[in-house]
C-alpha cells in the first residue's frame, strides 16, 4: 500500500411495536425527517455476530423534490452503554440497482453480515445502514443524486436514535463506491442539516468524482469503453433523473437501445442488468449530445462532489487498479481537497473497485478510532 496523509488545519433498548403505516410517499408527508413508521426484528440470515440487537426500519426522508420514504438497519452493540450513549457509524452501501427489489438490506449481504458490521460492533460502534429513498420504497431512486442520498444517510441516524435510546449523538459516515460519494455529501451537508448530531468524520473507497465533467462530453459517438459497467451506470442516471426533473425531457436525448438500457435497469439489478448491457455501447444509447445547459446543469448538482466547506476529517481510499472509478478522476479531487484546505487523510492502494475495500479497511478502522475517539 502506498500512503500520503493531507491535514490542514440500559444496552440494546429498542422500541418492538409496529408504527402507523406511513401515508403515500406522493402525498406531503406531516411528519418531520427521520420519522420511523414501520419497524421489524431482523432475524435468520440478517442476523450479524456480536450484535445486541438487530431491527430494519422504515422511516421519513427527503428526496430530490420532496418527502420520501426510505428503509434501513440498525444494528447493536452487546452490553451496557457507555457514558453518552453508543457512537454510530452510519455505513452507506455501493450500487445495487435502482429497482425496489435491489434494496441493500432487502437480500443478505454476507461480506457486511460476516466481516465489516461485525469489526464496527465489535470496535464499539453501532451500526446503521440505509437503503436511500426509492430503493424498495415508493418513487424512482435517484442513482447518484449525492444531496438525497445524504439526507437518505442524515435521517437514518434520525431514525435510528429515535427507535434505540441506547444511541448517544456522536457519529461518522463510511461508505464504498456509490456509498463513498454519498458519504462525502453527508460530510459537507450533515454538520447544518443536523445540528443535534455530532458527526465526526468520513471515509469514502471508490468515491465516483468527477463524473459531472465526462456527461457534456458524451454523445452518439462514445463507444464501448474499457471500463466496467459504464452503460448500465449511465442508465440508472438517467433514470433516476428522468424521474426527478421530468421537465428535462430525458428521453428525448435517447434513442430506442437507450430506452430499452433503461427499462432493463428500472427492472433489474446491477450484476443482471450489467450482463444485459454489456455489449451495449453509451453511443448505442444516445440520440444526441448530452450537452444541454439545463441537463447539465442539474446534472452537476446531482454529482459534484464539493471540494471545500467541509467541517469534519474526510478519509479517501483509492484503488490503482479501479476500472469502475479511474484512478485520474479521483487524484483530481483529492487535490481540490487538498487545494481547499480540507483535514484529509488519502490513501492509494493496489486493487482493483472491490479489492480496495479489504485493503483500506485496517486503514479506515484507525481512521474511524481517530474522529470518534474513545468508546468508554
Known amino acids: 500500500m502506498m500512503c500520503t496523509r493531507f491535514i490542514a488545519g440500559t444496552a440494546g433498548v429498542v422500541v418492538s411495536m409496529a408504527l402507523a403505516l ?19 426484528e431482523l432475524t435468520g440470515r440478517f442476523r450479524v455476530a456480536g450484535a445486541a440487537t438487530a431491527e430494519r426500519m422504515t422511516y421519513w426522508s427527503r428526496g430530490p423534490r420532496g418527502p420520501m420514504l426510505s428503509t434501513g438497519a440498525v444494528y447493536l452493540p452487546p452490553g ?28 443478505p449481504r454476507t461480506y457486511y453480515l460476516n466481516s465489516l458490521y461485525p469489526q464496527l460492533l465489535e470496535a464499539g460502534y453501532a451500526v446503521v445502514i440505509s437503503d436511500y429513498v426509492g430503493l424498495g420504497t415508493p418513487g424512482t431512486h435517484p442513482y447518484l443524486d449525492g444531496p438525497s442520498q445524504a439526507r437518505s444517510l442524515i435521517d437514518g441516524v434520525r431514525a435510528a436514535k429515535a427507535i434505540a435510546p441506547a444511541l448517544g449523538t456522536r457519529w461518522a459516515v463510511l461508505g464504498q463506491s456509490q456509498g463513498a460519494h454519498a458519504a462525502l455529501f453527508t460530510a459537507h451537508l450533515a454538520p447544518a442539516d443536523a445540528p443535534e448530531l455530532s458527526l465526526r468524520g468520513a471515509a469514502a473507497t471508490g468515491a465516483p468524482a468527477n463524473l459531472d465533467l465526462a456527461l457534456p462530453l458524451a454523445g452518439p459517438w462514445i463507444p464501448r469503453l474499457p471500463l466496467d459497467r459504464t452503460t448500465a451506470y449511465l442508465a440508472m442516471l438517467l433514470a433516476g433523473l428522468r424521474a426527478s426533473a421530468p421537465e428535462l ?3 428525448g436525448y435517447l434513442t430506442p437501445t437507450g430506452l430499452d438500457a433503461l427499462r432493463v435497469v428500472e427492472s433489474e439489478c446491477v450484476e443482471q442488468a450489467n450482463a444485459r448491457l454489456a455489449d451495449v455501447s453509451i453511443g448505442a444509447m444516445l440520440a444526441k449530445p448530452l450537452d444541454d445547459p439545463a441537463l447539465v446543469a442539474a446534472a452537476a448538482a446531482m454529482l459534484r462532489i464539493p471540494t471545500d466547506g467541509y467541517t469534519v476529517p474526510l478519509f479517501i481510499g483509492q484503488g490503482l487498479a479501479d476500472a469502475q472509478v479511474p484512478a485520474p478522476l479521483t487524484a483530481k479531487l483529492i487535490a481540490e ?22 485493503e483500506a479497511q485496517p486503514d479506515v478502522m484507525t481512521f474511524l478510532r481517530r474522529v470518534l475517539g474513545p468508546v468508554q
Open 80 to 107: 451496557p452503554p457507555p457514558p453518552g450513549g453508543w457512537p454510530m457509524v452510519a455505513y452507506a452501501h455501493g450500487t445495487t440497482g435502482i429497482a425496489d427489489q435491489c434494496a441493500f438490506t432487502s437480500e
Open 337 to 358: 481537497l487538498r487545494l481547499s484546505g480540507t483535514d484529509l487523510e488519502a490513501h492509494v492502494y493496489r486493487g482493483d473497485h472491490i479489492g480496495t475495500v479489504d
Open 22 to 40: 406511513a401515508p403515500p410517499a406522493s402525498a406531503q408527508s406531516a411528519d418531520g425527517p427521520g420519522t420511523v413508521t414501520n419497524l421489524a
Open 249 to 251: 425531457d430525458v428521453d
